[in-house]
């Protein structure tokens, strides 16, 4: 999943990223620079609508996904991921029934990433 980040526009990899591309532009003065932040991001991402965004980067980016990427075969056992979400809570384990993110599977945070994508875009 981490290789569909670079499909972002406003994706970076890390903050050492950031800081070279701020030294390779120009910044005129009086320029205000902002960042934002989701708060609890992943437990209000609904499902429906993280795979809907997913599935469309796919399609929007075909010609530049490699050829063997499998991407009917990915997004079903995504929502295979997302939507059958069991976590152990102590000794006992939980089937998570309500909406957000499969919080404890190693894809939640690309899911959020790439699903927020679609939010950048429009919004």
């Known amino acids: 999943m981490k290789e569909l980040l670079p499909f972002i526009k406003s994706y970076l990899k890390n903050s050492k990223e950031v800081i070279e591309e701020l030294k390779n532009i120009h910044i005129p003065p009086n ?5 934002a932040n989701v708060t609890a991001m992943y437990t209000n991402i609904d499902i429906d609508t993280g795979l809907t965004s997913i599935s469309e980067l796919l399609q929007t980016n075909y010609t530049d996904t490699p050829t063997n990427f499998p991407a009917q075969l990915f997004l079903k ?3 295979i991921i997302m939507k059958n979400n069991i976590f152990q809570f102590g000794p006992t384990y939980w089937l998570q029934l ?3 993110t ?7 945070c ?3 990433t790439l699903t927020f994508r679609s939010y950048e875009n429009t919004t």
């Open 102 to 108: 499969a919080m404890e599977t190693s894809t939640a």
């Open 77 to 79: 056992i995504l929502e």
């Open 31 to 35: 320029t205000l620079l902002f960042s």
């Open 98 to 100: 309500n909406g957000g």
């Open 110 to 112: 690309t899911y959020a």
